[in-house]
């Protein structure tokens, strides 16, 4: 089963901006859909971002206008964008095989704070 592994967490300012990679193991070109999810400290993990094959996205309305997610098939990599970080954008990022199914990686922390 393809392996997924995210990167680009950090601390950053309100306002501020981060750019997250999710490199996986194997070809996601068979894997319709993608999905960036997060878990905020004592909540339950939650979907920001979805892609699919075809380019289309959808994201939660929390991250609306602010958030950008993309792949790059050739590449074997999903992005998302993160612009006018907030505080409540704290915690810990995950990227994930939605149709088919895919394992968890193993997160990347990103802390918002002044």
């Known amino acids: 089963q393809v392996q997924l592994v995210e990167s680009g967490g950090g601390l950053v300012q309100p306002g501020g901006s981060l750019r997250l990679s999710c490199a996986a193991s194997a070809s996601i070109f068979s894997i319709n859909r993608m999905g960036w999810y997060r878990q905020a400290p004592g909540k339950q993990r939650e979907l920001v971002a979805v892609?699919?094959?075809?380019?289309?996205?959808d994201y939660a309305d929390s991250v609306k206008g602010r958030f950008t997610i993309s792949r790059d098939n050739p590449k074997n990599t999903v992005y998302l964008q993160m612009n006018s970080l907030k505080l409540e954008d704290t915690g810990i990022y995950y990227c994930k095989g939605i149709i088919p199914n895919t394992s968890w990686g193993q997160g990347t922390q990103v802390t918002v704070s002044s």
């Open positions: 892609i699919s094959n075809f380019g289309t996205t």
